[in-house]
Structure formats: C-alpha cells, structure tokens
C-alpha cells in the first residue's frame, strides 16, 4: 500500500516526544556563498546524530507484542543502526544490527553502547544485508530494513511536514539519496502539502543507482565514498516509483565537493555534517545556478562522522586553500642555517606546523641539506609571500604542490 500524506502525519504524532522536531535554520551566510536562500534542517542534532531513527521508531513501534518479543535485526553502515538500537532499547526489544566490516568505529561503538548484538559482515551494505536476511531465517527475527518499508519511509517523511511548517515559503528540497527512503519520504509530504515545490535529490558520482535507473541507465559503482551513508547499489522497490514520480531531478556530486561542504559547515555553521549530511550543501557548491536566488531547504540527514577522517578533510581543504603550504628550503649544512631560516619565517607571521631536515636521502650537494615544511598561513598570496622573504634572504624555496 503506497505511503500517504495522512500515514506521514500519523507517523510524526507517534514520534512526537520521542524524536527532536531538530531546527530549520536560515544560514546568512552560506546563502551569500551560494546565491540562494539556504535553510538548513539539522538532523544532525537528533539524539543519534541522523534522521534514520524517525523511521526505525515509527517500524518498532508497528510490531506486535510477539514480533518485539522474538526481535530485530537491521543491516545498516551505521545510522539506521544507531536509530534502530537506541528506540529498541527504550522499549525493550531485542536488536541485532549487521554492519559492513569497514563501517566507522564511532558508529560500531555507538550502536554497540544503545545495547545491540552487532554483527560485521559484509564489504558493503548490499553484503551486510544479504548477511542480515540468512540471520534473521535461522533466529527468527523480524526483519527491519533501512529505507525499503513503508512505515520507515512514512517516518522519514515527517522531516518535510517540520520543514514546511518552520519555513512555509521554501521553493526547493536537496535532499540526500542512498536507497530512497528519506527522499520518497519527503517527496510524498511535500508534495502533498505544496505541489508546486521542487524535490531533488543528491548522489555521490561513485555511486549513482537511484540517478542511473531513474534513467535507464546502468551504473558504474567506485570502490568507496566519504558518504558512505548514501553508498547504496540497489534503490528500493517501495522508494523507486516514488523518486520516478515525485522527485523533479536527481543532482551527483564528487569526493571534492562532499568535503568542501563538510568543512564550510564546520566552519560557517559550526556543526559536524558526516558526508553523506554534506552533500546537499555539495549540491549547491556544484551546480550553483540551479538554485540561485531561490528558498533551498536542505537536510543535513547526519553527523556520525569518524573523527580522524574528519581531521583528514579538514587538513585537505587546508590545503587546497593554502592555509596549509608545503615549503622547501636548500641549505648550506652548517651550524646556524636551520635557526636563520626559521627567524625569517617567523618574520612572515608563519606558523610551522612539521619540519624535516634531509641531508642522506636528496640529490643535492655533500655539503647542501633540505628543509621541508609544513607551514600555516592565510592563504595563497600568503605563502607566495614567504617565498619571496626566503629568497631575498638568500635561500633557494618553493613551495610543493598540495593537491
């Protein structure tokens, strides 16, 4: 039975209470980055840190008193884990989540602290859920997926009724896709309540399923993703008809634009978006004229994001912008060089983050060594700067390519 207006509402009012109705913020200053009216919906501040627990909560709270007694088992990279975990908890039924054996640790340990049996299995979500369906035959549990079931779906959905009731005047939803549910969610509510808006949707261009069979086309899947909450091969069999029918256009976006939306957002908005949460910002960053000077609700679907990976985007965006600069220096090997070429760059108002000195492994000169730097400045014009201080003070510099 195809999901309605009034299931999405009888959702939100079996939730209420027990799922943040999260903000819906105008951001000042991303819309004058990207030419649109940007409002953001934080999902990443639910209490599992992602919407995945509005359609968990709605699914567990479906079930029969003999269905919760037997248990739940869910394949999940994390988020719907986390949701589905922490709900069962709370209401006492057993749960088992399969997660692919490369899924974050922070999201394996946070699933594993809300009290699940967790099973990692699987290079990836279709491997796990293969896993999860041979489990749940031989324990008999009941069998929750992520996106493909219509209670899920009508749970996810509840974002928009949020959306439109905060910000009555938006033109336009960028909303994340893996397997569909939060889209066909959204899709069938706002819709519903406002035909004239448009829905679009975001994939990464590793992985296009939903973009290629909206299309007819046959998608080329890469080996990984930073939004590896949105990298699914398969669309749903619920979520596809409805993405078909409701979802104006589907938008991929790269590797590079996922992390520039993850460290905008960390930076402008002060709030941690995993990649999968950044890529309708991504969206905008990439195709800027497709929503400029309209009122753009974006869903920042989530925040479980490794923090190591993290640290490892924000250093590349860094990089990228010149903040950070890789210097080298040729010296004469004598006492003194090192301590005069670190007095010149502190002069610049350059902050050395690493140094290396070679002397053993370099084609120069027995008596020349080389100096490597890792160095914070503000930015391009900044390190050029540098440069030229280096060389007027009679140092051979330049700086390495950062990518």
Request: net charge neutral; glycine share 10%; aromatic share 4%.
């Amino acid at each position: 039975m195809a999901v309605t207006l009034d299931d999405i509402r009888a959702a939100a009012a079996a939730i209420a209470g027990s799922v943040l109705d999260t903000p819906c913020l105008h951001s000042r200053t991303l819309s004058g980055i990207t030419g649109a009216e940007v409002n953001l919906k934080f999902e990443n501040l639910q209490f599992t840190a992602s919407f995945k627990e509005r359609g968990a909560l709605v699914k567990l709270l479906s079930l029969t008193a003999a269905q919760r007694a037997q248990g739940v088992i869910a394949a999940s990279a994390g988020n719907h884990a986390q949701g589905m975990a922490h709900h069962a908890q709370r209401l006492g039924i057993p749960a088992v989540i399969v997660m692919p054996r490369h899924t974050p640790h922070v999201k394996i340990e946070r699933t594993r602290a809300f009290g699940a049996e967790i099973v990692l299995d699987g290079e990836n979500f279709d491997e796990a859920n293969a896993v999860a369906r041979r489990l749940m035959q031989e324990r008999s549990l009941h069998f929750i997926h992520p996106y493909d079931d219509d209670k899920v779906i009508a749970g996810q959905g509840t974002i928009a009724l949020e959306m439109l009731a905060a910000r009555p005047d938006l033109e336009v939803l960028v909303v994340p896709i893996g397997g569909g549910g939060l889209i066909a969610g959204i899709a069938i509510a706002a819709k519903s309540l406002k035909p004239e808006i448009e829905v679009i949707g975001v994939q990464t261009e590793r992985f296009p399923s939903m973009y290629c069979a909206v299309r007819g086309k046959t998608p080329q899947f890469g080996a990984n993703t930073i939004a590896e909450g949105i990298a699914v091969k398969e669309p749903g069999c619920l979520t596809l008809p409805v993405v078909r029918e409701r979802v104006d256009d589907i938008l991929l976006v790269d590797e590079g634009d996922i992390e520039q939306g993850i460290v905008m957002l960390l930076e402008i908005e002060k709030t941690v978006a995993e990649g999968a949460g950044a890529a309708g910002l991504a969206a905008l960053l990439r195709h800027p004229a497709r929503f400029a000077g309209r009122k753009v609700g974006l869903v920042l679907c989530g925040g479980n994001i490794d923090p190591l990976m993290l640290v490892s985007i924000i250093e590349r965006r860094m990089a990228r912008s010149g903040r950070l600069a890789r210097l080298s220096v040729e010296i004469r090997d004598v006492p003194g060089m090192l301590a005069q070429v670190t007095a010149c760059l502190a002069g610049t108002n350059a902050n050395i983050e690493e140094v290396y000195h070679q002397r053993t492994f370099t084609n120069l000169s027995a008596q020349a060594a080389e100096l490597e730097f890792v160095l914070q400045t503000r930015g391009h014009e900044h390190a050029a700067e540098i440069v030229e201080a280096l060389r007027k003070a009679g140092f051979r510099a330049r700086l390495r390519h950062s990518g």
